[in-house]
């Protein structure tokens, strides 16, 4: 009998809830939310209100390692917060490797091309924040962003 320690690995959270609180915190997240606990869904949904420039709390970094699903709510504002950013670029990463995390994204009025391109509203929002980073980062964002637009999930504006 084969033993893998992906197979062995524990979940703490069915679903990692990744978002910008201001676009979606009290509207679609919510009301998702409310539906996953609803129906036995451990999730989940940081309610703390970060601190522009702190890094990332651990507790964040665990909870995504720690999650077998991440529904990610990219909405026109999630490219100007490098902890969006950052939590994708995390997401994605561990959707790569075997038995990874497994991301729905929900583009929420935002159409994924423009998110796959930052391009038009999304693209200035992302312009926004790019100028005081580096280029390294600037270029794993860039690749997370372009690789969860071309994830299969849903659009708001085709609802």
Request: neutral net charge; hydrophobic residues 40%.
């Amino acid at each position: 009998m084969a033993s893998s320690s992906s197979r062995a690995r524990l979940w703490r959270y069915d679903v990692f809830l990744s978002f910008r609180g201001p676009d979606t915190r009290q509207n679609i997240v919510s009301h998702i939310n409310s539906a996953l606990l609803h129906n036995g869904i451990f999730t989940f949904k940081d309610d703390e209100r970060l601190e522009i420039g702190n890094s990332i709390p651990d507790e964040l970094v665990r909870a995504i390692q720690t999650s077998r699903f991440a529904i990610v709510f990219i909405s026109e504002n999630y490219a100007t917060s490098t902890w969006c950013l950052e939590e994708l670029r995390m997401i994605m990463e561990l959707q790569a490797v075997k038995d990874g995390i497994i991301v729905v994204p929900i583009f929420h009025g935002v159409a994924p091309c423009d998110v796959r391109h930052q391009r038009g509203s999304f693209g200035t929002a992302f312009a926004s924040i790019v100028s005081s980073e580096t280029a390294e980062k600037i270029l794993r964002w860039r690749e997370a962003l372009t690789r969860v637009a071309n994830l299969s999930g849903f659009d708001s504006n085709k609802w």
